[in-house]
């Protein structure tokens, strides 16, 4: 799964890395320890225009008919096996709203084998943007009329590097399947569904953190300095 990132905080090297370079930075500032109910930085597909667009979205997908905001605390992942199926991501996903989900890379706690729950930080062995594959969807509370755009990253089962820890991972896309996965090349439901796989595990690093991770509430960069375990 996929509980916790962090937010770049180079925003001239996101406008290049993902050719916004005529996109105002959004209101967003830059985390090292973000949680679902947060804002994430998503890059999408204008359907006028056909650019990219970056906004701010709450992480954890509400769908357009949903009574209330609540299923959101359920739904910050969305398994890629059902993710045509899954009545709380379906529909998002036939109407294409798939998006970019922009991090610098998350932590997961370890599971397997020894149990004991020790947080690692975890990024592209080059040290490069980490972008999951996400779907969005907007919704409108019956009560009050407020808009909100949230988001959901998908999660498929680990590769090598990450099945010591936990037996879900976030899809991370290849700068090579952008274009299809915002639909700017032509792509069938199958194609898409295929780019929902393991990252090369040849390509990611991890590290062992410090359990200040755990509490949302904590924030900065000391939070990814690596500890003896």
Known sequence: ????????????EIKIKLRLDDIAAPNLKPSWNTAPGQDMLVVGRDPTSGARRAEKMKWGLVPSWAKDSKIAYSTF??????????PAFRGAWRAGRRCLVVTDGYYEWRKRNK????P???????????????LWDEWKS???????RSCTVITCPPNALLEPLHDRMPVILGEEDWPQWL????????ELKALLRPYPADRMK??????AVGNWRNDGPEL??????
């Open 224 to 229: 990814m300095e690596a500890v003896a375990v």
């Open 206 to 211: 991890l590290w062992p953190v410090g359990r």
């Open 120 to 134: 690692f930080a975890i990024a592209r062995a080059d040290d490069g943007l980490t972008i999951f594959a996400g």
């Open 115 to 118: 149990g004991d729950g020790q």
């Open 77 to 86: 992942n969305a398994r890629a096996e059902t993710i045509d199926s899954a």
């Open 142 to 148: 019956p009560a009050t009329g407020e808009v909100v």
């Open 1 to 12: 799964m996929c509980g916790r990132a962090r937010l770049p905080n180079d925003w001239s």
């Open 183 to 190: 639909g700017e090349a032509l792509a069938t439901p199958a």
